[in-house]
């Protein structure tokens, strides 16, 4: 018996509020693109947290970081123009650095008990060979801050916030960056425009190396897909916030 024999599958497009979190400024939008243009287009407004400043990724070393983080936003700003994200925040932890896995939770508790979403992407923190330590605090941290939004003894970074919070329902978290996915979204029809949005990012890729990503991109939605009924696919764990715990 499996998790999700027991606890259904949240269905993703009854979402009407979806909150991303991100390690960098890219990740959701190379995870999980097209799936959330797709859910734009249902009418869901998106908005995307981004946990660290990003800095070390900037292809440029002799920007300053101002303008590197400029140039930065100018790349999330126009991607995200093209999947149809509402807001954008940033929590501006150093890239790769060190900073308190508790200090990314309460932002995290932060933005979900403000912004109420009803769905939350995030990569998944259970990625085998995840070597990338942002990656594996951004995917716990979010799916702690699932778990625990209506602890109202689990303080976020906000006190304000925290008060005049009430709990809400969050139907489900999809985890991106999967190697267990239970979903398989087909991708086919926004395809073009995830591969647009992706090569915005153009402060954070060489253009060989943009071109490697967009074949890696490629080869893997169509792999994925196989079998399917679609041509591309993008895999997720979408999981009830109940199945985040103890796995019954
Ligand atoms: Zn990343």
């Not at 979900?112 to 330590?133: K, N």
């Not at 008060?163 to 398989?184: D, K, M, Q, S, W």
């Not at 071109?211 to 764990?237: C, I, T, Y």
Request: aromatic share 12%; glycine share 6%; proline share 4%.
């Amino acid at each position: 018996m499996t998790i999700e024999s027991i606890l259904p599958v949240p269905e993703l497009f009854s979402a009407r509020r979806i909150l991303c979190f991100q390690p960098h400024y890219d990740d959701n939008d190379i995870g999980a693109a097209g799936i959330l243009t797709q859910l734009a287009q249902n009418g869901a407004e998106i908005f995307y947290v981004t946990a660290t400043d990003d800095l070390m990724g900037v292809v440029d070393a002799s920007l300053s970081n101002q303008n590197a983080a400029e140039l930065l936003k100018r790349d999330q700003f126009a991607a995200g123009k093209i999947v149809g994200v509402k807001e954008q925040y940033w929590c501006g932890h150093p890239d790769a650095g060190e900073y308190s896995y508790f200090d990314l939770r309460r932002d995290f508790l932060k933005f979900i008990r403000f912004i109420r979403p009803d769905f939350v992407f995030a990569p998944d923190a259970w990625l085998t060979y995840e070597g990338h330590r942002d990656h594996i605090q951004t995917g716990l941290a979010a799916a702690e801050a699932v778990m625990f939004a209506g602890l109202k003894k689990i303080a976020s970074a906000d006190p304000e916030v925290d008060a005049a919070y009430e709990e809400h329902e969050i139907v489900g978290i999809a985890l991106y960056f999967t190697r267990e996915p239970n979903y398989i979204a087909d991708i086919s029809s926004t395809w073009e425009k995830k591969i647009q949005a992706v090569r915005c990012y153009e402060a954070q890729f060489t253009p060989d190396g943009m071109e490697q990503l967009v074949f890696a991109l490629d080869m893997k939605s169509r792999q994925v897909a196989a079998g399917q009924s679609f041509l591309r696919g993008e895999p997720l764990k979408v999981l009830h916030p109940s199945a985040l715990h103890c796995g019954i």
